[in-house]
């Protein structure tokens, strides 16, 4: 039989993961256990997490990828490669990855990665941001492999995208079985994105929304975007009184699945060189599902 490449434990008490991690892996030095959460090697039910700290519920499944597995050239952390040719790459991202560099974090992000990764064919190869999807966001997500192909598709991202279509898990029962979201999103000084009526008063965003099923306490939304604005479905879901599950900036109370409610779940485009219909899908995270049955 093969050796496992991951690790996986279960949660059988309340708990943080750098104390949960140390218990379960006792063999290994403090040190050693604090570089693998850093290096992104920890899966926490759906998600990848670096934080010591991050509390843990009995039942949660905890997946350790092993040192030798992150070492290996060809090993991703927080995605995975969906499709690639000449032009483009889609990946399926997890929550908790960052799509490019920070102030704190360079190298554990997606473009990162797939920049060492296209290096390998050819150490001249590049990769280019098209659009991106926040951290605490998972799901399908294209890259360019030049800046030609990076121009044509942000220069005719509206007629060239054809379905982008978002899961979300909101706060409370939506009555309404569909409606849109018509508004103009505006950014405040501390960088809060929010809602102006006024036409002349920052950049129209347009979000339609269907709902796939709810209970009491949470609603599961299936969302199409007409526009794609900075925050843009986190602001209308606060709107309509239904802010995203574990999005505490915009106003959510409560976060039974440990991340934030949001799943990119299709994106849909014309190929940019041969005009093909591609079309993507990142299953919808299982959690989303329980928690609105």
């Known amino acids: 039989m093969p050796e496992e490449k991951s690790l996986i434990f279960k949660v059988e008490e309340e708990t943080e993961l750098l104390k949960f991690l140390l218990k379960?892996?006792?063999?290994?030095?403090?040190?050693?256990?604090?570089?693998?959460?850093?290096r992104g090697q920890v899966t926490v039910d759906e998600h990848m997490e670096t934080k010591h700290n991050y509390p843990l519920h009995p039942g949660q499944m905890v997946t350790v990828l092993k040192n030798e597995e992150a070492k290996k050239e060809n090993v991703l952390v927080g995605m995975s490669i969906v499709y690639e040719d000449k032009d483009v790459i889609?990946?399926?991202?997890?929550?908790?990855?960052?799509?490019?560099?920070?102030e704190k974090e360079k190298k554990l992000t997606a473009h990162?990665?797939?920049?060492?990764?296209?290096?390998?064919?050819?150490?001249?190869?590049?990769?280019?941001?098209?659009?991106?999807?926040?951290?605490?966001?998972?799901?399908?997500m294209m890259f360019a492999k030049s800046e030609k192909v990076k121009r044509k598709l942000q220069d005719n991202w509206k007629q060239m995208v054809k379905e982008r279509t978002y899961v979300a898990l909101v706060e409370g029962n939506v009555q309404q079985q569909q409606g849109v979201m018509k508004?103009?999103?505006?950014?405040?000084?501390?960088?809060?994105?929010?809602?102006?009526?006024d036409r002349n008063d920052g950049q129209l965003a347009i979000t339609h929304y269907k709902k796939i099923q709810s209970n009491k306490n949470f609603?599961?939304?299936?969302?199409?975007?007409?526009?794609?604005?900075?925050?843009?479905?986190?602001?209308?879901?606060?709107?309509?009184?239904?802010?995203?599950?574990?999005?505490?900036?915009?106003?959510?109370?409560?976060?039974?699945?440990?991340?934030?409610?949001?799943h990119a779940s299709v994106l849909s485009f014309e190929h940019p060189f041969n005009g093909r219909l591609m079309l993507f899908k990142a299953d919808i995270p299982k959690s989303f599902f329980t928690k609105s049955k």
Do not use: C, W
């Open 24 to 38: 379960v892996m006792s063999n290994r030095s403090r040190n050693s256990v604090k570089s693998i959460l850093t």
């Open 90 to 102: 889609i990946i399926n991202k997890e929550a908790g990855l960052l799509t490019i560099a920070t």
């Open 112 to 140: 990162h990665q797939l920049m060492e990764h296209v290096r390998r064919a050819n150490p001249a190869n590049r990769i280019f941001v098209v659009h991106r999807l926040d951290k605490d966001t998972s799901g399908v």
């Open 183 to 197: 508004t103009y999103l505006k950014e405040s000084k501390t960088h809060m994105m929010y809602s102006s009526p």
């Open 219 to 262: 609603s599961l939304l299936e969302l199409q975007l007409e526009t794609g604005r900075k925050n843009q479905i986190r602001v209308h879901m606060q709107d309509l009184g239904h802010s995203i599950v574990g999005d505490k900036k915009y106003g959510s109370k409560q976060n039974p699945i440990g991340r934030l409610g949001l």
